[in-house]
């Protein structure tokens, strides 16, 4: 397996910046995800569940219309406002606008499982496993996946003709070129099984692709940590030569891939 790049977390407090639009911009999870999820785990509404940083209520929202109580977790203000406002008809969730590792269980019941989507790599690696351990239940589980750019062997040439712009203003994809296909792509389940606390129970890969036009494909970067640091004079230069390079193809699309690795792992 090929190791992704570790995150600077000092920058997970730039997606708040993104709160009105991450919901419609980022992608959907796969509905397989949400069922292998629960064969893997074997929870059943109304079962407790404990969602670390969920961001506008991405993930939220397919669990909460199966029936499951959820505390979600979220440390952006915004972004909280946002969940609370698309989880608004389901009483049964609870959104809380706090860091997970800060944040203190209501009462002493325990969790039925502990999931995050896309929010796990930026979770202080000191807490988080330990922390996730000590609110569930005997036998519960931990569930931590996420959605990256996938690159299967045919990808779309644009990504790498694109990235002439990002050498240009020295914001290079870090580690080789292309990156690794969908299948060696490194999974978390060493990292799980080190922190002693967890068993991995299975490890499931999702590969799908959408179809953006420049519109939609500069909406999604803007919900990106990297893209909404970046300087703005950089990040306009960057966004204008994707424009013309998108408009300027026959179908005024561009075909992203993207890949989604579910780690399910029960409490020791």
Same mark, same amino acid.
């Given at each position: 397996?090929? #190791? ?35 064969? *893997?785990?074997?929870?059943?509404? !109304? ?26 977790? +979220? ?17 049964? $969730? +609870? ?14 019941? !325990? ?9 796990? !790599? ?7 496993? /330990? ?5 569930? #239940?005997?036998?519960?589980? *931990?569930?931590?996946?996420? /959605? ?48 002693? *606390?967890?068993? $991995?129970?299975?490890?499931? #890969? ?12 500069? /909406? ?20 204008? +030569? ?7 193809? !026959? ?13 399910? /792992?029960?409490? #020791?």
């Amino acid at each position: 397996m090929i #190791r992704r790049m570790a995150l600077d977390r000092s920058l997970r407090v730039t997606f708040d910046a993104a709160a009105k639009t991450y919901q419609t911009a980022r992608p959907e999870y796969p509905d397989a995800l949400y069922d292998d999820l629960i064969a *893997l785990t074997g929870i059943v509404p !109304p079962a407790r569940l404990l969602e670390v940083g969920c961001g506008p209520g991405k993930a939220t929202l397919p669990l909460a219309r199966r029936g499951f109580v959820i505390t979600a977790v +979220e440390l952006g203000a915004a972004l909280a406002a946002q969940a609370r406002a698309n989880l608004g008809a389901f009483p049964n $969730v +609870e959104v809380v606008n706090t860091a997970f590792e800060s944040w203190t269980p209501p009462d002493a019941e !325990p969790y039925a499982l502990v999931y995050a989507a896309t929010a796990w !790599p930026w979770i202080d690696p000191d807490v988080k496993y /330990a922390k996730a351990a000590s609110v569930l #239940r005997p036998g519960g589980h *931990l569930a931590i996946w996420g /959605a990256i750019h996938g690159f299967p062997s045919a990808f779309d040439p644009f990504f790498t003709e694109i990235q002439a712009v990002y050498d240009e203003l020295d914001d290079s994809c870090q580690g080789d070129w292309p990156p690794p296909t969908p299948d060696e792509v490194s999974d978390d389940s060493a990292e799980i099984e080190a922190s002693g *606390l967890f068993d $991995v129970v299975d490890v499931r #890969r999702y590969v799908w692709a959408i179809d953006y036009d420049a519109d939609g494909y500069l /909406a999604l970067l803007d919900t990106f940590s990297g893209h909404i640091a970046m300087e703005p004079d950089k990040r306009a230069h960057l966004y204008r +030569e994707i424009r013309r390079r998108i408009d300027a193809r !026959p179908s005024r699309t561009i075909h992203r891939h993207w890949l989604a690795i579910l780690n399910v /792992a029960q409490r #020791r």
